[in-house]
Every structure is written in structure tokens, then in C-alpha cells.
């Protein structure tokens, strides 16, 4: 049974900085692509980032460039997203997703498998 949990979502002041965490279980997770999608009120779900935590390469979303990071912690099967420079437009329901391999094609949501609950980023 594939499980994804986040956490680490919270209301923050815009410049400022959240990590939010992705615990798998289940799952073969360092053969995998694990990523962050978001959500905001009346958009699509967008892709924030996306690694492959066995190889570590890693992919981003232009609106995040430069100021998110997502990391692994193979140990704890865990996938990171360290978000800094906060803005409003972050606001949304953050969102952890595996599938079978990242490539070019990482951001389209309708090509991953599994899903967590979500955990809610507000920037203001």
C-alpha cells in the first residue's frame, strides 16, 4: 500500500521561508520520481519540482527557480522542499506525487500514480 504524507505547510509573511516534507512508504522510492505539485483556488495544479532521489537529478518550475529546492533524505525515504523568497503568488495547496521516471515530461499531473493529502502554503 503506496502512501505519501506531507507536512510542513503554514502561513507565512512573504520573504520568508517554509520546508515542507514528503515521507513514502510502500513504494520502491529511490527508483522513482518524486515531486511537488501546487494548487491554487481556481488554477490548474502546477509542477514545482521534481527529483529522482536514487540518481538526485533534479527539476524545476520557472516560477520557482532559483528560490526552492527539493532535496531526499534516502534514509527516511523522505523528499524535501525548501521553499525561500516566499511570495503571495505561492499560495496553494502543496501537494507530493511518485511515479515511475522523471523526465522532460515531469510537470504534467496526469501521468503520476500516487498522491498525498496535501498540505496548505499560504504567503501573505
Known amino acids: 500500500h503506496v502512501q505519501l504524507v506531507e507536512s510542513g505547510g503554514s502561513s507565512v509573511q512573504a520573504g520568508g521561508s517554509l520546508r515542507l516534507s514528503c515521507a513514502a512508504s510502500?513504494?520502491?522510492?529511490?527508483?522513482?520520481?518524486m515531486a511537488w505539485f501546487r494548487q491554487a483556488p481556481g488554477k490548474d495544479r502546477e509542477g514545482v519540482a521534481a527529483i529522482t532521489p536514487g540518481r538526485g537529478r533534479r527539476y524545476y518550475g520557472d516560477s520557482v527557480k532559483g528560490r526552492f529546492t527539493i532535496s531526499q533524505d534516502n534514509a527516511k525515504n523522505t523528499v524535501y522542499l525548501q521553499m525561500n523568497s516566499l511570495k503571495p503568488e505561492d499560495t496553494g495547496m502543496y501537494y507530493c506525487a511518485a511515479k515511475a521516471w522523471c523526465s522532460d515530461s515531469w510537470a504534467n499531473a496526469n501521468m503520476y500514480n500516487y498522491w498525498g493529502q496535501g498540505t496548505q502554503v499560504t504567503v501573505s
Open positions: 510502500g513504494y520502491t522510492y529511490n527508483r522513482n520520481c
